[in-house]
């Protein structure tokens, strides 16, 4: 469906921005709803408050990391409304970031350690990691046939979770450097998930900021067609540093503060 | 004697330090001081009343505003410098072992580490401000920080506290202490109390004012901060006419008249007494930047970032941004994009310092013009025209590159 002959606005949700928008993940939000109208779609930026009904017929849903206590909340309140579960099964993309990420699952750890459901749109569960993951993420995307990105996905995690993927879902990427999932067994271990049209990811910065591809990936699934090339040098030159900073260090001694 | 060796040490390190140049030498004292006398910060205060100022902002312009305030009446131990983790509190207690026991201490305190000094100080008063996300790599979220003082605080009966009612952390943790002195300072960021800290469901606000379902709420309090006043229960109004621009300097001052009053100053001569601070650690100081004058500004965090507009100079005057995201910083400077840029979108930004690509892809989002630039010294650009200040804000480390580097001071 091109601009011309889509009937209304790109809907975008962005879920509990104030329960889950600890770690700047509100940017994606801004991010996709630029890099769309970009590309001469209209979009309708919606940030809902904390507990309210999720519509269920938005064209992409956002969710992002935020504290412990606020994710339980959030899980809670998005099982008794159903709203994004409707939506998933209408079609909708979802991308949901750290705590996102996690509640998209089966189960997911709470403040006290307790196990606390999810809400099972995504085949992965998390448990707690033997120690927090804090620092910059490196993964390399899956590459091979169905291969949905080239870029290397750069980004900062803070988690204290460890996510293992299901049948059902396959790894966004594999660990360059950094935790990500934090469950590789032998091999690297792999960053975030992807089901269908749902993508799970540690990756703050915000993700989609630091990684244009996947936003636009994002962007095709719901518009249903590759989208015009939107280079930005400031963008190219971030990815650049970061991933120079993250490659440099492994090699060499840190540059003394 | 093995703290009298530790402390002779330590200002032999400080000296080898500054004559070395690297560093002012306070830091490197204190800790050589630890590493002799591990107790040396319980050793240090033995028998002193101490007050420790913490938050996640405005602590160290509380501390100073306070130590003015105090110092009316004589001498006043205090870490000026904001060298607020134990090294720098012990090098700022070594360094005045031969004040007089009634001398006043007044220390600011990291709030990570706060909950450790308390074990070591008897009748201490806190001065509790406000806590906000802030270097999450570091400092762990919000809840936790809270969690973690309210422990602290229920395990030191004795302490006693000024704390600002309006915060719902600092409400929640300073509850558990017997003798406080709510003040309504105010508190503009909301965004990381959103739950109840006691029960975790949705807080009602009207207002300033917040509730629970659960039955917490905010304390009845003692003293309001009322545009630009601090008013008492007796309704009586203190004008807050300190030098420090902006509202968040008032909602400090206002928690640092209290607390002077609560060590027997009475608000009426602690409010003149600090008049003389007009600048702290650098902070409002006009330096040289490659040729032009800028205005440096501590802009740290998203809640610190939502009093800074208001405090810049009016469109279309540009600013200068620096970012850096070393240990001091906070490792992930993702917060940018919980600061509203988008409020600069009539001026341009000249970003700098070394994580000025992340500032850059967020002004670009933001639909603000914006120049990168690796060194404003060397180079500065045209983009700055003929303004005769600008505003420079930068994060903790890039603010005192800049304080360094444009010939400030920063023991003002």
Request: charge should be neutral; proline fraction near 6%.
């Amino acid at each position: 469906m091109t601009d011309a002959t889509r009937l209304s606005a790109l809907r975008i949700v962005s879920i509990y921005p104030t329960l889950l928008g600890t770690y700047g993940d509100g940017g994606n939000l801004r991010v996709l709803t630029m890099r769309a109208r970009a590309r001469g779609f209209d979009v309708e930026p919606i940030e809902l408050d904390a507990g309210a009904p999720v519509p269920s017929g938005a064209d992409l849903y956002l969710l992002g990391g935020g504290e412990d206590d606020a994710q339980v909340a959030a899980a809670r309140a998005l099982r008794a409304d159903g709203g994004l579960t409707r939506g998933v099964a209408a079609g909708a993309v979802v991308f949901g970031v750290c705590a996102g990420y996690q509640l998209l699952g089966s189960e997911f750890p709470g403040s006290d350690g307790a196990l606390e459901p999810g809400l099972g749109l995504l085949d992965v569960t998390t448990a707690r990691l033997p120690k927090r993951a804090v620092g910059e993420l490196l993964a390399l995307p899956i590459s091979g046939a169905g291969a949905l990105l080239t870029d290397p996905l750069t980004g900062y995690e803070n988690h204290a979770g460890g996510t293992r993927l299901g049948p059902a879902a396959k790894p966004l990427g594999l660990v360059e450097a950094g935790v990500g999932n934090g469950t590789g067994a032998g091999g690297p271990a792999s960053e975030g998930a992807v089901q269908g049209r749902i993508v799970g990811s540690y990756l703050h910065g915000p993700g989609l900021a630091r990684n244009p591809e996947l936003a636009d990936l994002l962007l095709s699934w719901v518009v249903g067609e590759a989208l015009a090339p939107w280079a930005q040098a400031d963008i190219e030159a971030l990815r650049a540093e970061r991933l120079a900073a993250v490659r440099g260090r492994r090699t060499g001694p840190e540059p003394a503060p | 004697m093995r703290l009298l060796l530790a402390t002779s040490l330590g200002r032999l390190a400080g000296a080898l330090s500054r004559a070395f140049r690297r560093g002012d030498g306070f830091v490197i004292g204190g800790r050589v001081v630890l590493a002799v006398c591990p107790d040396a910060f319980g050793r240090l205060v033995a028998g002193r009343r101490v007050a420790f100022v913490s938050a996640t902002n405005g602590k160290t312009t509380t501390t100073r505003l306070l130590a003015a305030a105090l110092g009316r009446a004589g001498a006043v131990i205090t870490n000026t410098s904001g060298a607020n983790m134990p090294a720098g509190l012990v090098a700022a207690l070594a360094a005045a072992r031969g004040a007089p026991a009634s001398a006043p201490v007044v220390l600011e305190a990291d709030e990570t580490y706060l909950p450790r000094l308390l074990p070591a100080t008897r009748q201490s008063l806190l001065v509790l401000g406000n806590l906000s996300r802030d270097q999450l790599d570091r400092v762990g979220e919000v809840a936790m920080v809270a969690r973690r003082w309210r422990t602290a605080f229920a395990a030191a009966p004795e302490v006693s506290a000024v704390a600002n009612a309006d915060d719902p952390h600092v409400a929640w943790a300073a509850s558990v202490i017997d003798d406080v002195t709510w003040v309504s300072a105010g508190n503009s960021w909301t965004a990381d109390s959103v739950l109840c800290p006691s029960c975790g469901q949705v807080l009602r606000r009207a207002g300033g004012d917040w509730s629970c379902a659960c039955g917490f709420r905010r304390p009845p309090v003692t003293w309001r901060l009322d545009d630009g006043a601090l008013v008492g229960s007796d309704g009586a109004r203190h004008e807050l006419d300190i030098a420090l621009p902006g509202v968040a300097n008032q909602a400090n001052a206002a928690m640092a008249a209290v607390a002077a009053e609560t060590l027997g100053v009475p608000v009426a001569q602690a409010i003149p007494a600090m008049r003389s601070v007009n600048s702290v650690g650098g902070r409002y100081q006009v330096v040289d930047l490659g040729g032009r004058r800028a205005r440096l500004l501590l802009g740290k965090n998203p809640a610190g970032w939502a009093e800074m507009f208001a405090m810049l100079a009016p469109a279309p005057a540009p600013v200068v941004i620096a970012i850096n995201a070393r240990a001091a910083d906070g490792k992930d400077p993702s917060w940018l994009w919980d600061v509203p840029f988008e409020k600069l979108a009539d001026r341009v930004v000249v970003a700098t310092g070394e994580r000025r690509h992340d500032l850059a892809v967020r002004l670009l989002y933001a639909g603000v013009a914006h120049v990168s630039v690796d060194d404003p010294w060397a180079c500065p650009p045209t983009e700055l025209g003929e303004h005769a200040v600008v505003d420079a804000v930068g994060t903790y480390t890039a603010f005192r590159d800049m304080l360094r580097r444009g010939g400030g001071a920063d023991n003002d």
